[in-house]
């Protein structure tokens, strides 16, 4: 019998960057790269792996929460639960690169 997913032990950083990550690949993904190379389907979307080279991302959680993340007319502004706006920040901060934080 395959194993379920109930079976795994997740740190609980890990359940959060693994909800986030499910958010960007639903609601992100359309607009930004989220991958290591790709480039964005939006040509002014950042790559999300860049984002901590233009935002600070420690902010970012407050403006999911809020709803006012970027004053782009292609960008929705979202009002994520809190827990979900967590989550997507540790996704976030776990695919950047480029020079460090
Ligand atoms: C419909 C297209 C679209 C979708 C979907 C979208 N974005 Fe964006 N986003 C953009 C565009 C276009 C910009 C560029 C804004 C600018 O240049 O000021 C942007 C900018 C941003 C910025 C600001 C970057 C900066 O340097 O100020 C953040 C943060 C961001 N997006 C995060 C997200 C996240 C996280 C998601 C998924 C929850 C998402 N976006 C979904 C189009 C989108």
Do not use: N
């Not at 609601?27 to 040509?43: F, N, R, T, V, Y």
């Amino acid at each position: 019998m395959p194993a379920a997913a109930d079976d795994f032990e997740f740190t609980e950083e890990e359940e959060s960057v693994g909800r986030g990550e499910a958010i960007a690949e639903t609601a992100c993904a359309g607009c930004h790269a989220l991958g290591a190379a790709d480039e964005s389907p939006h040509p002014d979307a950042p790559p999300l792996r860049l984002l901590s080279q233009t935002i600070d991302l420690d902010t970012l959680e407050a403006r999911f929460a809020d709803g006012s993340i970027s004053d782009h007319p292609d960008m929705p502004d979202w009002q994520f639960e809190q827990i979900d706006a967590a989550g997507l920040v540790d996704y976030l901060k776990s695919v950047q690169s480029g020079p460090a934080e």
